[in-house]
């Protein structure tokens, strides 16, 4: 170390400024420690992996950066800026006036309310995404209660968009359906399960087109 650049402490003494410090802080308060260049001027905090240092800046700004290993040069980066009006940092922007103002977007870049659509947006069903800046609500939604159906009911599309329970009376004990284009439909044949209620032990005949009886005629005899 260089003591023409450094003021030292050894046997692990820690520098003590009195008490009886200035009152040159700014709003009246006492200052322990003050560095000062007319152009910028900070303070580094080393380790063997890290330098990381405050420097204040003629600009009005403040930075904060990082360097990688303990030397004495100009290298690093700004990780973080302070003005008089925000803070920045990758990724993060935060208004100190009016910060409440202003969105965060994906990149670390921001927009101010003002920039957004303003009223409502979306409801309790309808979330809301962001096209060209402006917060729009979802067309499309789906309700917890799936459209209000009935329990133990079929669904089925009462309009274009919307599920309803089905309510309709088709088919009957004897005859089943089956979908036709979609609609379910009654089957126009169906068949007892008494076999049109026939006698037993008699002859089964068709008495019409489409009707079964029992043949009672007596034809012939014993001789």
């Known amino acids: 170390m260089n003591e023409n650049y450094w003021v030292k402490t050894y046997g692990g003494t820690m520098m003590y400024i009195a008490p009886d410090a200035h009152a040159w802080g700014?709003?009246?308060?006492?200052?322990?420690?003050?560095?000062?260049?007319?152009?910028?001027?900070?303070?580094?905090?080393?380790t063997s992996a890290y330098t990381w240092g405050i420097y204040a800046n003629s600009n009005g700004n403040m930075y904060i950066g990082r360097r990688t290993g303990n030397v004495n040069d100009g290298s690093g980066t700004y990780y973080h800026t302070l003005t008089a009006s925000y803070i920045s940092s990758p990724g993060?922007?935060?208004?100190?006036?009016?910060?409440?103002?202003?969105?965060?977007?994906?990149?670390?870049?921001?927009?101010?309310?003002?920039?957004?659509?303003?009223?409502?947006?979306?409801?309790?069903?309808?979330?809301?995404?962001?096209?060209?800046?402006?917060?729009?609500?979802?067309?499309?939604?789906?309700?917890s209660n799936l459209n209000s159906g009935t329990s133990g009911k079929l669904a089925y599309y009462s309009s274009a968009t919307t599920v309803a329970a089905y309510s309709s009376?088709?088919?009957?004990?004897?005859?089943?359906?089956?979908?036709?284009?979609?609609?379910?439909?009654?089957?126009?044949?169906?068949?007892?399960a008494t076999v049109n209620s026939g006698t037993s032990g008699k002859l089964a005949y068709y008495s019409s087109t489409n009707a079964l009886s029992s043949y009672t005629t007596t034809v012939g005899s014993t001789h």
């Open 26 to 46: 700014i709003g009246g308060h006492n200052i322990a420690m003050k560095l000062y260049h007319s152009s910028h001027i900070g303070i580094n905090f080393a």
């Open 169 to 192: 009376s088709v088919g009957a004990t004897n005859r089943g359906i089956y979908m036709n284009a979609g609609v379910p439909t009654v089957m126009t044949y169906y068949l007892n």
């Open 92 to 143: 993060f922007y935060h208004s100190a006036i009016g910060s409440n103002s202003y969105v965060l977007l994906a990149g670390g870049s921001y927009k101010g309310l003002g920039d957004f659509a303003k009223g409502n947006a979306g409801s309790a069903t309808k979330g809301v995404y962001v096209t060209g800046g402006t917060v729009t609500a979802m067309t499309y939604s789906l309700s």
